[in-house]
Structures are given as C-alpha cells and as structure tokens.
C-alpha cells in the first residue's frame, strides 16, 4: 500500500504542478489551474495513506520517489530521456528514501 500511495500522489503531485506551469510558461488558459489545485490537493491526501509514525519521515522518504516520478515524466510527458546521471541520481535517492522509510528505529 505505501508504494501504491506514494506513485499516486507523485503522479498527482507532479500533474499539479505541471498545470501551473502550463499556465505561467507555456501560456495555457487559466483554466489549467482547477484541475491543477484538485490534483495537488489529491496529493496531500494521497500521502496521509502511508503508514508511517511520523508526517516529516513519510514525506522525506517521499523525495526519492517523486525524483523517479518526475524523471519518468520528463520522459512521457516532456519526450525528453532521461540521461545516465538522471538514472544515478534517481537510485541513490531511492537508496536513501528505503532507508529513511524502513530502517530500524529504537524504540
């Protein structure tokens, strides 16, 4: 569930943004910014579905996620590949967000 949560609210999260960003700089209609603010709004919702103590360590651990998401958006959406050092970059930070999300906490 948590990895299904957090995909979901990449892809919101990143639709969100993207709306304002049609708007601002690709000159799109204003219009863009309804299903822009639903979508980011979604978003939040989407990350109270992970179970995790703590709002601050789910949405660190979030990061490395929404880097993948955004690369894999650059590329569908965007027609832009991502090149090797996007691909590294990615791996280290879902290196780093398995490790914020699953390691071991005393208690």
């Given at each position: ?12 999260e990143?639709a ?9 700089r ?6 863009w910014?309804?299903p822009?603010?639903a979508?980011?709004?979604?978003f ?12 601050g ?23 832009a ?11 280290v930070?879902l ?5 914020i ?7």
């Open positions: 569930m948590t990895a299904l949560a957090y995909l979901a609210a990449a892809l919101a990143i969100g943004c993207f709306a304002f960003w049609a708007w601002l690709l000159d799109k209609s204003v219009w910014l309804a822009g603010m979508s980011l709004a979604l939040a919702y989407l990350l109270t579905l992970v179970d995790a103590e703590h709002a360590r789910t949405y660190a651990a979030y990061g490395g996620v929404y880097i993948v998401a955004a690369l894999l958006w650059l590329w569908a959406v965007e027609g590949k991502p090149d090797r050092w996007d691909l590294i970059g990615a791996a930070c290196g780093g967000a398995a490790i999300l699953f390691g071991p906490r005393g208690s």
